[in-house]
């Protein structure tokens, strides 16, 4: 397989808030110094991988609060906040995040190549890029050239969330910065039902684009298999905004409190029978004859 | 060497295991998922923990639930609702058994003769089926369905309708009625209290209208499980089949071995001659021979076999030819409570023979945000793919998500909707099909590809769609809709038929009349893949059932050399106390 130019390598984690993410993580959550020693590229994989979950994640509550939005930060950002608590609060964002990594099956050697194409997609989408590339830049392309040669697993968290993040990026260049590690959260809620639109047509560049990149006998199926993609993160983000996910205990297999969704609802579904019946059709219990 | 083997214990093959069964034949039932033996330790009432599509206790995936579901290609916005385990999609069917038009069937030749799919009609005439079905109605059993707050609601837009109410269990014309269905009416407290106490069995008995049919039936409470109210094939065929010798002179209970995933049919001559399966807890790989195979994986999963096992395919045809019902929801908006998450998940429906069918349709939350966001016609008010119809209902088809979606779910609102499916008269079309992906293999092989063409469908079966959007809509205004959403859904091969069909043109079908396969001998298959097409638009399982039923009568005759029943016995019902008080000494 061909290994992308670096870079496009680089665009892309400019362009897809991956500069951000693992500036973020490379600065804060480890604990490193500004004056330390900078890490060696096998450590920054190390500190690559949390921190593109991070962006995943990020990517998913943005998502989560485009299907409900609630009294959160994204559903504010995205310009739509309300009173009551969402799909963010309902952990819709995780349940997608944890969906695709953990129970979707996604071969690798579509994981793979579908990455390297989005690579090289998002370095040639035309999207500007930040005046001043950090230093930091050149290990995080090490990092990730690695990531995508190597033996390890390429989640399909994140494989989702750089796509929308490249879509978003697409709609709204001004999306590659600002709030939020994920350019799809940073987008208004009308923007990010133009980065969904762009996915969903039927004749959509970016697929093509993305075609052209795929090897044999990956190329053609890659854009069914995008819509699917697609598709699914919006259908399975909508059913987890209503779930009991959040609140769940499985050692009990009950809940511990009452789901965003049950809130927002009324709903109750733990009774084992309801006083709803009103009898038969005009009275009739049995349907008789052949005719 | 057995005498049968079945290839999955779903909506049709335990029928086939409990008919042979009966008749003292020695049936080996093998289920690539589970069995969930013990609902109250295994099951709950919660969407996730039960509907999760890659997760949730039915899903698509081994019996081991911290592992991966299985990888299905679907290369279009879609979702294949299969589901793995023991009674396979029925446990979370809703039980709707109507039977299909007779327009479908050969030599039929009432006036609207021509409004079906002519070209693909079952091989033998309706009036072949009806002791069949007479015996599965009987079996299971299927009777009239009680209503509740949302039928009332439903029945009243019928009858703004023009159409009379049908009280006969064969369709005739445009009609509405309470459906048939195979759920134990209920008896006692049930249906009339929430109140745990009461609803116990035998205290309450049948249906308690909980509301959870998409999460598996396990009501009443300490019912045993041939009682339990809804009658999925956990609950009445696979019973009936382990327990053959206690209630049956001269049966042979039959062995069921669940996680064994079929990946190879065996052949010899021509002709079947056993399986192998692979373990998935020890990735062991076993083989038994057989006198005939049955297959009944479903519609997705007995094509892919067919491939993966080499098995001739002359004309092209296994895989082709599947059928979706091509269905789309329609939703009104209530002003009031209309019970849509309480009760039978669908009590009441029309019929439009030569266009299709609608049915009422309840959904807890969760599954009702899911079912609104499944459009191919984008999102409501943002864009539309290309599409967004417009009619009679409210503004363009699409996905209600975002503000739309919280306003219309919030303090009850899910409980103001009324859920209108369409299922659509659609025509047996070669290029939607199942075929090899070129996608890697998994443990059990090559995956297969299920290819379903949304906007490419012939233009009987788009006008068809069209027609019966219409009418429900005119349905849901004629109940007090104070808005009318219609989805738009895209592909969920839910209803999926005859993908290895059975025909009278053999260039056209893959199964002969008696729904053995035309190229291999000993070989037949008993789901709905061997429906010949997608029956005019009513529920498939029953008439799978009675043509496994069939099946099961032509395999014991031209293999075994038996004798036929059906015409001159009388079924036992699957609530049979000596069911129960076997399942009861076996710990089942």
């Known amino acids: 397989m061909t290994e992308p130019p670096s870079l496009p390598r680089r665009a892309f984690l400019a362009r897809t808030g991956g500069l951000g993410a693992a500036g973020a993580g490379l600065a804060g959550g480890h604990g490193r110094a500004a004056a330390a020693p900078m890490p060696g590229v096998e450590e920054l994989i190390g500190l690559v991988r949390p921190v593109l979950a991070q962006l995943a994640l990020d990517t998913f509550r943005g998502l989560a609060a485009f299907a409900l939005p609630g009294d959160d930060a994204y559903s504010r950002a995205q310009g739509t906040p309300r009173g009551r608590a969402g799909g963010v609060t309902a952990e819709a964002g995780e349940l997608v995040e944890a969906s695709l990594d953990r129970f979707v099956p996604f071969p690798q050697e579509v994981a793979r190549p579908l990455t390297m194409a989005l690579v090289t997609a998002t370095a040639e989408a035309g999207i500007e890029l930040p005046r001043h590339l950090p230093s930091e830049l050149g290990r995080l392309d090490a990092a990730l050239r690695l990531l995508l040669r190597g033996d390890e697993k390429i989640p399909l968290s994140l494989v989702a969330a750089v796509l929308l993040g490249l879509l978003a990026a697409q709609v709204n260049p001004a999306a590659t910065g600002g709030p939020f590690l994920s350019p799809f959260s940073r987008l208004s809620y009308r923007d990010k039902a133009r980065a969904f639109e762009l996915l969903e047509h039927t004749d959509s560049d970016l697929v093509a684009l993305l075609d052209t990149h795929l090897p044999q006998p990956l190329r053609g199926s890659v854009s069914g298999l995008l819509k699917y993609l697609g598709s699914g993160l919006l259908s399975l983000v909508a059913f987890g905004c209503f779930t009991e996910h959040a609140v769940w205990d499985a050692a009990r297999r009950d809940i511990t409190a009452l789901p965003v969704g049950w809130r927002l609802t009324g709903y109750d579904g733990r009774t084992d029978g309801l006083d709803d019946l009103k009898g038969y059709y005009q009275g009739r219990k049995e349907a008789v004859g052949r005719a | ?588």
């Not at chain 2, 195979?293 to 892919?304: A, D, I, K, Q, Y």
């Not at chain 2, 002359?314 to 979706?324: A, H, K, Q």
């Open chain 2, 1 to 588: 060497m057995r005498d049968v083997i079945v290839v999955g214990a779903g909506g049709g093959g335990p029928v086939i295991a409990k008919e042979l069964a009966e008749r003292g034949l020695d049936v080996l039932l093998l289920e690539a998922g589970p069995r969930h033996a013990r609902p109250r330790e295994e099951w709950t009432h919660y969407e996730n923990d039960a509907n999760h599509p890659l997760t949730g206790f039915f899903r698509f995936g081994p019996a081991d639930r911290a592992k991966s579901a299985w990888f299905r290609e679907t290369p279009q916005s879609s979702f294949v609702m299969q589901l793995s385990g023991v009674g396979g999609t029925t446990q979370h069917y809703f039980a709707n058994s109507p039977r299909a038009y007779p327009g479908v069937f050969s030599g039929y030749s009432g006036p609207d003769a021509g409004a079906y799919d002519t070209r693909h009609r079952f091989p033998f005439p309706y009036a072949e089926l009806v002791p069949y079905y007479e015996w599965v109605e009987a079996t299971l059993p299927v009777q009239t369905a009680a209503m509740g707050a949302k039928e009332e609601v439903y029945f009243q837009g019928c009858e703004t309708l023009g159409i009379p109410v049908q009280t006969a269990l064969t369709t005739t014309g445009d009609s509405y009625r309470p459906q048939q269905n195979a759920i134990l009416q209920p008896g006692g407290h049930a249906g009339r209290t929430a109140d745990p106490r009461l609803l116990v069995f035998p205290r309450s008995t049948g249906c308690t209208f909980c509301g959870h049919c998409s999460q598996g039936c396990m009501q009443p409470v300490h019912a045993p499980r041939n009682q339990f109210a809804k009658r999925s094939t956990d609950n009445s065929y696979v019973p009936m089949a382990l327990t053959a010798d206690a209630w049956s002179p001269g049966g042979r209970a039959a062995e069921l071995i669940t996680d064994a995933f079929v990946t190879r049919i065996h052949t010899e001559a021509g002709a079947a001659t056993g399986v192998t399966w692979r373990t998935g807890a020890t990735g062991d790989s076993h083989r038994e021979d057989a006198r005939a195979v049955v297959l009944s994986g479903g519609c997705t999963e007995n094509p892919r076999l067919w491939h993966n096992s080499g098995l001739p395919d002359p004309n092209g045809w296994v895989g082709r030819g599947l059928t979706d019902h091509h269905l789309d929801f329609v939703v009104g908006v209530f002003d009031h409570d209309v019970g849509n998450s309480r009760g039978p998940g669908s009590a009441a429906r029309c019929d439009f023979p030569g266009r299709g069918a609608l049915e009422q349709t309840g959904f807890p939350p969760a599954l009702q945000a899911l079912i609104l966001s499944t459009s191919d016609s984008g999102i409501r008010g943002a864009y539309t793919n290309g599409r967004g119809p417009r009619g009679p209902w409210d503004g363009p088809a699409g996905r209600v998500l975002g503000p739309q979606l919280a306003d219309l779910m919030q303090d009850g609102g899910h409980d103001r909707l009324l859920n209108v499916l369409v299922l659509t008269d659609d025509d047996v079309e070669p290029d939607n099909r199942v075929l090899p992906s070129v996608f890697p293999a998994d443990a059990h092989g090559p995956v297969p590809k299920v290819e379903v063409h949304h906007r490419r469908r012939s233009a009987r079966t788009l006008a068809n769609r069209e027609f019966l959007a219409r009418k429900a809509t005119a349905l849901l205004r004629g109940a007090g809709a104070r808005t009318v959403l219609r989805v738009d859904m895209f592909p969920v091969p839910l209803h999926v038929q005859s993908s290895l069909r059975t025909g009278l043109d053999p260039r056209t079908s893959v199964l002969d009349a008696d729904c053995r396969s035309r190229a291999v001998d000993r070989l037949y298959v008993a789901d709905n893949s061997a429906l010949a097409n997608s029956l005019g638009g009513p529920n498939p399982t029953l008439t799978t059932q009675a043509l496994a039923t069939r099946t099961a009568e032509r395999v014991f005759t031209r293999v075994f050399g038996g004798d036929p029943w059906v015409r001159t016995g009388a079924p036992v019902v699957s609530t049979d106390v000596r069911v129960s008080r076997r399942l009861a000494e076996l710990g089942l």
